[in-house]
């Protein structure tokens, strides 16, 4: 089973992406964390990677299909895994397709308007661990360290307003379309994301049950 999220930046997709992969026992595969840790190590592909990602726009196909298809191809994918940030254009859902046509898929839309969206990513602070905090929602217990780990909490690099929004710009252009390419597909379903997490987690769940059984 692969379980793809998708929705504009901000959604939720990595906070449910966790919740649900340690739920399913899937290991939840972030493309943005992927080329995040190529930028941190200062690779050919990071650096070409950074100018895309720090002003907004979308990393150039090619390179991210090639990056999941060794990540999905690891042992710990065998029984399933969780797609967050891929497929972003028709492009990438048709390669993935290509890649692997055989694994079950299904496709969890969390939907969330532009306007919270830019005061959730404003407010995101990020631990170089992987651990998300919000300087509302989810707070840390002491300001700016990480719960997880004791690192220190940083704002990521483009949650800046003006690449927020641009951000979102490319997600109605680019990603939007994928809702009608997996509607048509019949493997698509939405759910509101602008509850709590849990209300959310508890959403996505309860549809997931038509497709995945659970003990
Ligand atoms: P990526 O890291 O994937 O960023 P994104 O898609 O913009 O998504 P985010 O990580 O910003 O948000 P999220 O939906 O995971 O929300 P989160 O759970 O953190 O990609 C970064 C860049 O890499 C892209 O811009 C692009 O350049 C490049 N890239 C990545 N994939 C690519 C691809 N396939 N092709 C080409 N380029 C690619 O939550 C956000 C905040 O809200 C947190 O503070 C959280 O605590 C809070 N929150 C979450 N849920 C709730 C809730 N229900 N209520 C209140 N607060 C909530």
Redesign the pocket.
């Known amino acids: 089973m692969r379980i793809i999220?998708l929705?504009?930046?901000?959604?939720?997709?990595?906070?449910?992406?966790d919740l649900l992969g340690e739920h399913y026992g899937f290991p939840r595969i972030?493309?943005?964390?992927l080329?995040?840790a190529e930028v941190g190590a200062g690779t050919p592909v990071g650096l070409e990677?950074k100018k895309?990602?720090d002003s907004?726009?979308?990393?150039?196909?090619d390179v991210?299909n090639e990056m999941?298809r060794r990540r999905i191809g690891r042992n710990d994918c065998g029984k399933g895994y969780i797609l967050?940030?891929?497929?972003?254009?028709v492009p990438?859902a048709e390669q993935l397709n290509a890649i692997n046509s055989k694994r079950e898929e299904v496709v969890a839309d969390?939907r969330v308007a532009d306007e919270r969206l830019v005061e959730?990513?404003s407010?995101?602070?990020?631990c170089s661990c992987g651990a998300?905090?919000?300087a509302i929602?989810?707070r840390p217990q002491i300001e700016d360290v990480c719960d997880a780990c004791g690192g220190r909490l940083i704002r990521?690099g483009?949650?800046s307003p003006e690449v927020i929004r641009e951000?979102l710009r490319?997600?109605h252009e680019l990603t939007e379309p994928l809702i009608v390419f997996y509607r048509q597909k019949g493997n698509y379903f939405s759910v509101n994301?602008?509850?709590?997490?849990q209300?959310?987690f508890a959403a996505i769940r309860s549809k997931l049950k038509d497709w995945i059984l659970e003990n």
Not at 7 to 17: A, E, V
Not at 84 to 89: K, S
Not at 123 to 126: D, G
């Open positions: 999220l929705g504009p930046p901000g959604s939720g997709k990595g906070t449910q992406g972030s493309t943005g964390d080329l995040r990677a895309a990602m907004g726009g979308l990393v150039d196909d991210v999941i967050d940030g891929f497929p972003r254009t990438q969390i959730r990513l407010a995101r602070r990020v998300v905090f919000h929602n989810r990521r483009d949650d951000r490319v997600y994301g602008e509850a709590d997490v209300t959310v």
